[in-house]
């Protein structure tokens, strides 16, 4: 895929949508996010996992290129999908670099959005819960580099103050955060030979929006399960991803701010 398409792709990802029949056992997801979510289908994937498990979901995507928390915001017709008040689950995915920056800067440029957002959902959605997906460091390192802020360099770097915003946005707002940059981590280091990143080393290849449909489904869940749905991958790396996605999120329950009871 060449660079003049990936551009198309990011000006046309607008706001897609599957509807279904009005079914009494069904979970209503909304996503809102960028290219992150919208890259090989993410909400598609968990959609299919879930059917695996007898799981009726039903998702509406609010995913714009290189949107933020603050400029989803100012989308009226987002707060109005929002304000419909259906929704079970609400996944939230900020511009990658954005949780990343300097603290004070995420201090004044994330989390207060971060914020908007989550108290809009509940005015609206009171028993949703709203899950902020943390997202993974570029391949190499932060593809626009701060000066004077050499942390995110490297990728170990940009992926600690990923971690530590998203964690803190979970706090901040008694929300649930999805460890999928997490995940991604120990995959690097387990298995390197995995290609979880697009050409472009920052956006995902298939394998790793795989890992983070588990992820993210694992979260919204919280149980044990085994999926037959494998994306067309290989069956040893579906599964191991399937098992890591599980292992994170469920022996990590209380730093990933998760409980089993409704605010």
């Known amino acids: 895929m060449g660079k003049p398409f990936f551009i198309l792709l990011c000006l046309l990802a607008g706001i897609y949508t599957v509807r279904a029949q009005n079914i009494n056992d069904s979970v209503c997801v909304l996503f809102i996010g960028n290219s992150y979510t919208h890259f090989n289908k993410l909400p598609d994937d968990i959609q299919k996992i879930a059917a695996t498990q007898k799981i009726i979901l039903l998702y509406q995507a609010c995913v714009r290129g290189g949107y933020s928390f603050k400029k989803h915001l100012q989308k009226q017709e987002e707060i109005e999908i929002i304000k419909e008040g259906k929704w079970d689950f609400v996944i939230l995915q900020e511009h990658s670099e954005a949780p990343a920056k300097p603290t004070e800067v995420v201090a004044q440029e994330t989390y207060p959005y971060a914020r908007a957002l989550d108290s809009l959902v509940h005015v609206y959605n009171p028993k949703a819960h709203v899950i902020f997906y943390m997202t993974w460091a570029h391949k190499d390192g932060c593809l626009s580099p701060i000066a004077d802020y050499p942390l995110i360099d490297t990728y170990t770097g940009m992926q600690e103050r990923l971690k530590t915003s998203y964690l803190e946005m979970a706090y901040q707002n008694n929300a649930w955060c999805a460890p999928v940059g997490m995940v991604w981590q120990q995959v690097r280091r387990e298995r390197p030979d995995y290609v979880l990143y697009?050409?472009?080393?920052?956006?995902?290849s298939p394998l790793g929006t795989y890992l983070a449909a588990n992820v993210i489904f694992s979260t919204m869940f919280q149980k044990p399960y085994q999926t037959s749905y494998?994306?067309?991958?290989?069956?040893?790396?579906?599964?191991?991803?399937?098992?890591?996605?599980?292992k994170m999120v469920l022996n990590n329950l209380r730093l990933l701010n998760i409980n089993r009871h409704d605010k």
Request: without cysteine; charged residues 20%; hydrophobic residues 30%.
């Open 198 to 204: 697009w050409q472009d080393r920052t956006h995902p």
């Open 230 to 246: 494998i994306k067309n991958l290989q069956t040893e790396q579906a599964e191991y991803i399937q098992q890591i996605a599980q």
